[in-house]
């Protein structure tokens, strides 16, 4: 039956909207501008090092279930042919087929065939503790990926952060040299009027161009620098390319650690549980001194082609073994996991005295910033006040052009510290946060772990 055009139109209305919204849910859009949070916590969602960190987990989470499955039974199906004429193989076959009779030659029974379908069980009741000990050592496993991802979180956190401070610092240097180069055009254009009615010498209106061209070379390098800071920016939020626009947030200001607890590092926390793997793969090894204890069970079916019988039967029992020699592979295996622990052991005190350097040094990079922020705001004053007052001479024609382009450029370069220390001291701040174990921010949280 044909619709209606007015209900096929609406149909249509609404299959274009569901598929419209669909793809607005398939795809992850970003946002249009960047705060530090926001982009923070795009990258913990989006960057491949948390992917990659997401997929250890899944794969150690593997590792205990296949440690697992050896406390299972194992049970199998079974089934196999052969043609045999084999006196002992040929004999078992027509017995198994149930076509046993006086008149076989037991030295020429002939050629026989056999179908044997059979269902195996087979249970290790003790084995030295080596499944428990490989079961704890899984899942020690696991706690050292999500420990370790939280170790990749942070550190990316710290580069996101840095990254978006990066940009910050390029933005407004691209100011600073805008606002000088407005000036050197105003100097310039005055200097030139002034030339044309013979009041100055060309040689003056010469630096002030040549001073032109200084600012338009450091405007230059500064676009360059912001694009690289954008580039790096993107790549730690796993974006190929895009706009980027960054807004800070009042009151967005990373609160400064006031004490120091290197233990809350997550890399610390994943050596131990290292250590603990290390320690109960030695335990695993060391397993091999006991006896196992097996048991098996097996019922199977024959049947014969050539003899044309069938019959069913099964086996059950228990093993027990004890190597009582092996090459010395259970000594060597013990010995590479003692090594292995000993090396794991001086990694994790070599990572702690490493945290406490970091955090040292941090602590020193923050101080520092903080000095050159106070000196240079200081410097700033006085090299404003300085081109002000020099500014007027050279209107009045008491100064000459190198005297206010030296001016000019202290100003500059004042300004220029400013912002390098502005900077500095934002970087200090999420450096230490990183290096103390903190979060960038506390509303943006790594992945968690099973502590």
Request: aromatic share 6%; glycine share 8%; proline share 3%.
């Amino acid at each position: 039956m044909k619709k209606p055009p007015i209900q096929a139109a609406m149909m249509l209305c609404l299959s274009l909207v569901l598929s419209a919204g669909t793809e607005a849910q398939a795809e992850e859009v970003a946002p249009i501008t960047w705060t530090a949070k926001t982009a923070v916590s795009f990258a913990l969602q989006n960057s491949p090092d948390s992917q990659m960190g997401q997929q250890r987990i899944e794969a150690a989470q593997a590792a205990i279930a296949l440690e697992k499955s050896a406390a299972y039974p194992q049970v199998a199906l079974v089934s196999q042919y052969g043609q045999t004429n084999n006196p002992m193989y040929s004999f078992g076959n027509i017995l198994n087929q149930r076509e046993f009779s006086q008149d076989i030659n037991f030295n020429h029974p002939g050629r026989t065939d056999n179908l044997n379908n059979s269902i195996q069980l087979g249970y290790r009741f003790f084995d030295g503790g080596r499944t428990k000990a490989g079961v704890n050592a899984a899942e020690a496993g696991v706690s050292a990926s999500r420990f370790e991802l939280v170790a990749v979180q942070d550190r990316l956190a710290f580069e996101v952060v840095r990254a978006f401070n990066q940009i910050d610092r390029a933005e407004g240097m691209i100011k600073i040299r805008q606002g000088e180069a407005e000036s050197v055009a105003a100097a310039l254009a005055y200097a030139q009027s002034r030339y044309e009615e013979g009041v100055l010498l060309h040689s003056e209106v010469l630096d002030l161009e040549v001073q032109q061209a200084r600012t338009s070379e450091e405007l230059i390098r500064g676009r360059h620098d912001l694009a690289r800071a954008q580039q790096i920016f993107l790549n730690l939020l796993g974006l190929a390319g895009g706009e980027v626009q960054i807004t800070t947030e009042p009151g967005s200001e990373q609160e400064i650690p006031t004490s120091d607890n290197p233990k809350r590092r997550p890399e610390l926390a994943s050596l131990d549980a290292q250590l603990n793997v290390a320690q109960y793969r030695l335990r695993q090894s060391r397993a091999g001194r006991y006896p196992s204890l097996d048991g098996y069970a097996v019922y199977g079916v024959d049947q014969g082609s050539i003899t044309g019988g069938d019959g069913n039967s099964w086996q059950a029992g228990i093993k027990l073994q004890y190597n009582l020699f092996d090459g010395r592979h259970r000594e060597a295996e013990a010995a590479q996991a003692t090594a292995g622990l000993g090396e794991i052991s001086e990694l994790r005190r070599r990572t702690e005295l490493a945290v406490g350097l970091e955090i040292s040094q941090a602590r020193l990079a923050l101080a520092d910033a903080e000095e050159r922020l106070a000196v240079s705001a200081k410097s700033v004053a006085l090299a404003e006040e300085s081109v002000r007052i020099k500014r007027e001479r050279f209107s009045e024609g008491l100064l000459l052009a190198a005297d206010l382009i030296d001016a000019q450029n202290r100003l500059a370069e004042s300004r220029v510290r400013q912002s390098d220390a502005v900077s500095a001291r934002k970087i200090a701040i999420s450096e230490l946060r990183h290096a103390e174990g903190l979060p960038q921010f506390a509303e943006v949280s790594s992945a968690t772990t099973d502590k």
